[in-house]
């Protein structure tokens, strides 16, 4: 049974911080991996669950800058991995499952975003290939290490999926390349990852969750021209964020809350938006978010399940 998109009336909101959702919670003891987890919103993550308590494993492409973001904060670790790399997604994961540590919260949240035109592995189009098919092997080799008490895993998605749904035809922009639909369409597949992932996995300990952490201007923007920015309404003449964009701490609140509250222990597979459990979008206003349809699709979301399986040659869950 899927979960219904509908309020929860939490104390939270737009504004809350990733500090703020945790505030209470003792993680100490709770090994949480954050993809993304030095830069924007994924050091924003970082920094609050240290904070709370947790131990953070954060993989990164480049290890260097990333752990010289790290450096002042204990309680982290930096390993390598490139999750346009399938057999950088393997080696990372054997070597973790080899340490015998178990994972109790796993925020994917490493992503690009209208980047030019990139191929990765076989001629993978990048943000389907990085944005989902990695994160996807990387969770589903990582399932041994998951705690048999309980763990969340939680996918970053965006109202980005506003602009597309699953292209089954042309997944990867063979036939014309448009940077704002490839970034959509990833989108929408990692919030169908997370709804059957929690079909999956649920009977299990293991829940997911998909959020959109709001609007804000991070490292994730570095492929966008500044004057884009301007005409896209995010910033004002003078430069500073338009209203309605969350700083990273705000941004990164989302993501924390979905992987730590017990008020979406009975809700496994929500999407979920601004510390709640988000609501079907009743207009295209990306900024005020919602949820489409097609990402709450449970036969798509089996698809595209079954196709992530046999691209990246794993198994059934």
């Not at 939270?12 to 993304?36: Q, R």
């Not at 904060?73 to 054997?94: K, W, Y």
């Not at 063979?174 to 059957?196: E, I, M, P, V």
Request: aromatic share 8%.
């Amino acid at each position: 049974m899927i979960t219904e998109q509908q309020k929860l009336g939490t104390a939270f909101g737009a504004l809350t911080t990733a500090d703020d959702v945790l505030t209470g919670l003792d993680l100490a003891g709770t090994t949480a991996l954050v993809t993304g987890g030095y830069s924007g919103l994924g050091l924003a993550a970082t920094r609050a669950l240290v904070r709370a308590g947790a131990h953070v494993i954060v993989p990164a492409r480049r290890p260097e800058p990333a752990a010289e973001a790290l450096r002042d904060l204990p309680g982290t670790e930096v390993h390598a991995l490139d999750l346009g790399n399938l057999e950088s997604v393997r080696v990372f994961a054997e070597r973790l499952l080899e340490s015998g540590r178990t994972l109790g919260i796993l925020i994917n949240g490493a992503g690009v975003m209208a980047c030019p035109e990139t191929r990765v592995g076989p001629g993978w189009e990048a943000h389907f290939a990085i944005n989902h098919l990695g994160h996807f092997a990387l969770t589903h080799r990582l399932r041994p290490a998951f705690a048999p008490e309980g763990a969340r895993v939680v996918a970053v998605a965006s109202s980005g999926h506003f602009l597309s749904g699953i292209r089954w035809g042309d997944l990867h922009f063979r036939t014309g390349y448009d940077r704002w639909s490839a970034y959509a369409q990833s989108k929408t597949a990692n919030a169908l990852f997370a709804l059957h992932l929690d079909r999956l996995g649920g009977g299990h300990g293991l829940h997911a969750f998909a959020v959109h952490p709001g609007s804000i201007l991070t490292p994730l923007q570095r492929h966008i021209p500044r004057e884009e920015w301007l005409v896209q309404g995010w910033v004002t003449p003078d430069g500073t964020p338009a209203p309605g964009f969350k700083t990273p701490e705000q941004g990164a609140a989302t993501a924390v809350w979905a992987a730590t509250s017990p008020l979406l222990d009975d809700h496994g597979g929500a999407y979920c938006q601004d510390c709640d459990i988000a609501e079907p979008a009743t207009t295209d206003d990306m900024l005020i978010g919602g949820v489409k349809p097609w990402v709450r699709d449970a036969d798509a979301a089996a698809r595209l399940w079954d196709l992530s399986c046999e691209l990246t040659g794993l198994d059934a869950f």
